[in-house]
């Protein structure tokens, strides 16, 4: 081989990486300006999960007989939540701890907690009314978004929150003499609300009783999607 065809190859890989790949946006002209924006759509959507934490709790001052008493009412709850359809359990946390007062003998306490879930507020409520009255008694209460619901609105919030950036971005522009040349870096979150808080369910304003069923309003939760970008302006 001779000399001169030795760095034939190099030569090739050199240009190849120089070249700028297909479809890559040119870079900003060195007079643009790049702008930040971002946007938020927002709407509130009926909440159409209801959540509730209920828990056998016990104290007494034999621990034998606090972890039987849980055994037994749990015992009694769960297949009375599995024949109702369309309710979902999730059983939780099991604790036994001794309590040693300044006056007075020692007590056990002992807990084990559930959470139920459905879209059927009444017949959950229902359920969660005959629950108590077997021992069982409500830790917290939260009306929840599905998944499905938050998704039905995201392609329309996200129309409004592109609609909102493209008109705020020609208005800056407007404002400083410029045009939009290019947007770059496009960035489109999806839908998200705020996680609801357990709480406790009221009625009459105190902890719900045994003989009475929980009461509950759903109401609306806020959905939004935000956008962002960096858009180029030219003179």
Do not use: C
């Not at 999806?190 to 759903?218: C, F, W, Y």
């Amino acid at each position: 081989m001779r000399s001169s065809e030795k760095f034939v190859v190099p030569l090739l890989l050199l240009v190849g990486l120089a070249s700028p790949a297909i479809g890559q946006a040119p870079p900003p002209s060195s007079n643009a300006t790049i702008l930040h924006l971002s946007e938020t759509a927002e709407r509130n959507v009926p909440r159409d999960r209801l959540r509730i934490a209920l828990a056998a709790e016990v104290v007494d001052p034999d621990a034998a007989k606090v972890q039987a008493e849980i055994n037994r009412r749990m015992s009694a709850a769960l297949p009375r939540i599995k024949a109702a359809p369309d309710i979902v359990l999730e059983t939780g946390g099991y604790s036994v701890y001794q309590d040693n007062p300044s006056a007075g003998a020692p007590r056990w306490h002992g807990s084990q907690s559930l959470t139920l879930e459905a879209a059927d507020f009444a017949k959950l409520l229902a359920l969660v009314g005959s629950l108590q009255q077997e021992g069982l008694v409500i830790k917290g209460m939260a009306p929840e978004l599905s998944r499905e619901a938050r998704q039905s609105v995201e392609d329309e919030l996200t129309d409004v929150a592109l609609e909102r950036l493209r008109k705020r971005a020609e208005r800056v522009a407007g404002g400083l003499g410029a045009k939009v040349d290019a947007y770059r870096d496009l960035q489109i979150g999806n839908a998200v609300t705020p996680q609801p808080l357990m709480r406790a369910a009221k009625v009459g304003g105190e902890i719900s009783s045994p003989a009475v069923s929980p009461v509950a309003e759903p109401g609306e939760a806020p959905v939004s999607v935000t956008v962002q970008a960096n858009i180029a302006l030219t003179k």
